[in-house]
């Protein structure tokens, strides 16, 4: 049987990006990003460029380092929106740009204030000036699946005659179900003018918790692309989830049979290990194929039977998704060298003072805990990598508490070189130790969450916490390591601080959002 | 239009609770079975009675309690299993009983290792005791999905002969996709005989991510009974989520014209959050309707074009499931009536020593923490009714940490009326508490996880932990809150230690477990 190529078409740095708590610096961007390549993906969103400088250097840098992917910037219908991503993808091997326009009656009335004729006239011009900058254009219709369908056939025509390549059928708002969905992918596949050649997509948002099985339905249909996410983030409800779409298509490949996809499914379970570690932000533990209790066999109840229970409850080993977890990779006499190799095949290129900082970590760990973990090491390394571009640095804590007393936190910083001290009560320790933190930096945010869990299972396990703080709309997660579960939650609470400097001078609340 | 009713089969008490750290006590059970007639739920399934004695009170107590809803027990076909449910819900007001056995050709060989005629015989047998117990009998073929299609007929035939009256097609290992659902469904209706009077019942899980668009297929084809789970919890990836489910229906009645239901859609967040607040077990910020990021105009970002967002971003609004959270409820000047009434509104019924417990721990915070929400007061009941049956109390903690120090810790329990105490020190402040606690009881458990997250916003939070151990293959999930996140993490080790001993009694590992 001949099989068609479906491209998987990754959003987690565009869309997933966007969503509150998951933004990225450049280098937790570029990180991921080699991951998705080890992943198999066919297109990776990088950003949308002209949100800010920080969107178009990472977009810039993901561009320039990839090498098998297609690398794929995001823009509005607006002249400078396509510069800005044709500029930030020029030095990509596959270079695309992704333009989009609302199409629904209720997005052309609230948001876009425009008539119907000037929107085909947008997405004429837009394409054709991206044409002008790449070969491979891609245009979405937002809110496709709320538009009147022949206004959509027109406009999706309109993009194909520009030079459109893909056409991208987003559920925006996470409002369609299977059968409506793949009909309209259908219908779009007979009547869009030129359709033969053209690569239809779909973006599908899980609101009602259906993105996975709207995705399956709109491939039964025709659809040859899938935008979607690791572990399903994005805005709202988020996106689908890449492992969910993938394992579907892998585990009942009898019933897509014309379909072959180009993932290293073993890869799966490190990407999700490796976002949910940059962000702080956890998948529960019955989210399918990547949640902790998501495979029979390996939900801790060690009972007879539990190979009998793998062939009769499970429908993929943990293997498939490379699921070897809690692997002894490296002990407390492993050297520089042997560091510096695992955390190559984890997918971190780590150098100069990132390295040391990271190494450093690792033998201080590797004295107080006797059993080093893969988990452990992403864990140092995303707290190593994100002290670049610091304002603040943390010191030292000495903390006492209890039930009878007061908690009492005395904090050490660096602050542009030199160093600070302060002592601070509060109701509880965590409190007393932001505290004084930010009467030490002067900084008056909210506090919105504040989280931790355990690296790995054991007394000895180091502590990783993320702290959400908002400040006049800007919101930031910061997250912090340590075996000392308070000394994480002084070093949480700094890289918050330091992360909302940085957005601060990259992103404007107001900072257009996609599709 | 006529439109038929469609039942809401809940079995967050059985499958949900069956999934690791999910397990609740008695009065948990029953906390949570009112909160579910609140939320209109048809039927609630409230145990698997032959599991365990603890099983069996639970449904026995829910069986008491409940007015309106049907209130099953599940049981496998054997003899003892059929009786232990009909005793169980005999005092129910709508007792049912639902039997089950395996009917794939794999469960028969590897897990039953019996003849498909033998299967038949056991179907009729166990019907037919069920029927002299309660008129109301549901009968499931465990992994129906993976069932020869003719068989499956013969069963679900021999059953209705029998006298069953709901048929549950059960997708026990979360295979099957939404068209091959939706067609089995028709087949079965079609080919059964006897159909015609009877409720077909669909069991989704979500291993493959596709378990509430397999649900809505198989409704379209004429299932009129969903089970579901709040949260989605349940075995591995959990099972269709009922506020997914409900939602879809609800947001998407165009499509669903022919149905009706009884839900109280505003029940649906307070629902998600007595579950969490109950097994410390979190949903994930991007979980569809009741995610922390489900809502755009929730999501923090206060920007202009917030309410243009709602119109053009948002399917259905928070206020529709309830979701009118951070409502300041009560102050440090309220009294033990206004806490009474505020606690019945939330659906907690606490009295003597429990209600005293917490009121004392609502005063205690209200000196605290200057605003308290309905999420505080969740935290404080959870955590003073958690205390029953317990053989260890926590009394007090005085700890010092930081980054330069050895971490130690004091802890005060009292053990069978007894005061002990005992200073131990550790890796991390966590572990010198833990290390105290298992020296003082003699108790050696693993650790495989410890999260912590803050209840509510803002610094004087209160810090909910959880903690997960294991002892000879028995995983249990202790709970503790306290504005001092180490005194939480001390009471939630307690508590573990207490439900350790607890299940102990209960239930044995090689306990059965249902479809």
Redesign the interface.
């Known amino acids: 049987m001949n099989a068609e190529r479906l491209r998987i078409f990754d959003t987690t740095l565009r869309d997933g990006e966007q969503?509150?708590?998951c933004s990225m610096n450049l280098q937790e961007k570029l990180t991921l990003a080699r991951q998705l390549e080890r992943l198999g993906v066919d297109v990776i969103e990088a950003g949308f460029p002209i949100a800010s400088d920080g969107d178009f250097d990472s977009v810039r840098a993901i561009s320039k380092e990839l090498e098998n992917a297609i690398v794929c910037g995001l823009a509005r219908t607006g002249k400078l929106d396509i510069e800005r991503a044709g500029q930030a993808v020029e030095s990509a091997r596959k270079p695309r740009i992704h333009t989009f326009i609302a199409t629904s009656d209720?997005?052309l009335e609230?948001?876009l204030r425009m008539s119907r004729a000037q929107v085909l006239e947008e997405v004429d011009r837009s394409v054709r000036q991206a044409k002008a900058f790449v070969d491979d254009v891609e245009f979405s219709a937002e809110?496709a699946t709320r538009s009147d369908r022949d206004f959509l056939v027109e406009v999706f025509s309109a993009a194909v005659a520009a030079g459109a390549s893909t056409l991208n059928v987003p559920d925006?708002?996470?409002?369609t179900?299977?059968?409506?969905y793949g009909a309209l992918i259908a219908h779009l596949r007979e009547h869009v003018e030129g359709a033969g050649g053209i690569f239809f997509s779909v973006h599908c948002h899980?609101?009602?918790?259906?993105a996975?099985?709207?995705s399956?339905?709109a491939i039964?249909a025709g659809a040859r692309q899938v935008e979607c996410t690791v572990?399903?983030?994005?805005?709202?409800?988020?996106n689908a989830?890449l492992e969910?779409?993938v394992?579907?298509l892998r585990?009942?490949s009898d019933?897509f049979e014309d379909i072959e996809i180009g993932i290293n499914s073993e890869e799966i379970y490190p990407a999700s290990r490796l976002l949910s570690s940059i962000t702080g932000?956890?998948?529960?533990?019955?989210?399918?194929?990547v949640?902790?209790?998501?495979?029979?066999h390996e939900?801790?109840?060690?009972?007879?039977g539990v190979l009998?229970a793998a062939?009769?409850?499970?429908?993929?080993t943990p293997e498939s998704i490379g699921r070897a977890s809690n692997e002894l990779v490296l002990g407390k006499h492993s050297g520089r060298h042997a560091f510096h190799d695992r955390l190559l095949e984890l997918g971190f290129k780590l150098e100069g003072d990132d390295f040391q900082r990271a190494f450093r970590r690792f033998k201080s760990l590797a004295d107080?805990?006797k059993v080093i973990y893969n988990e452990d090491l992403e864990a140092i390394v995303s707290d190593s990598v994100q002290t670049i571009e610091d304002r603040y640095g943390f010191?030292?804590?000495?903390?006492?508490?209890?039930?009878?007393?007061s908690?009492n936190a005395?904090v050490q910083l660096q602050q542009d070189g030199k160093i600070i001290e302060r002592e601070a009560s509060?109701?509880?320790?965590?409190?007393a130790i932001?505290?004084a933190i930010s009467e030490l930096t002067g900084t008056s945010s909210?506090?919105?969450?504040?989280?931790?869990?355990?690296v790995t299972?054991?007394?000895?396990?180091q502590?990783e916490v993320s702290v959400t703080i908002?400040e006049e709309?800007r919101?930031v997660i910061g997250n912090g390591v340590?075996?000392?579960?308070?000394?994480a939650s002084a070093k949480a609470y700094v890289h918050a601080l330091n992360k909302l400097e940085w957005h601060k001078k990259r992103r404007d609340?107001?900072a257009p959002r996609g599709i």
Chains 1, 2 share one sequence.
């Open positions: 969503s509150p708590g209720i997005h609230y948001k809110d925006t708002v996470g409002y179900t299977p059968k409506e899980n609101d009602l918790g259906l996975v099985a709207n399956l339905s039964r572990n399903g983030i994005g805005e709202r409800a988020g989830s969910e779409v394992m579907a585990v009942r019933q932000v956890q998948v529960q533990p019955n989210k399918a194929i949640g902790d209790n998501a495979f029979a939900a801790g109840i060690h009972q007879d009998k062939i009769t409850y499970e429908i993929m107080a805990k010191e030292a804590l000495v903390l006492t508490c209890g039930s009878g007393q908690p005395r509060g109701v509880g320790p965590v409190d932001f505290c909210e506090l919105i969450q504040y989280q931790v869990h355990a299972a054991g007394l000895d396990a502590g908002e709309g919101r340590h075996e000392d579960v308070m000394v609340v107001d």
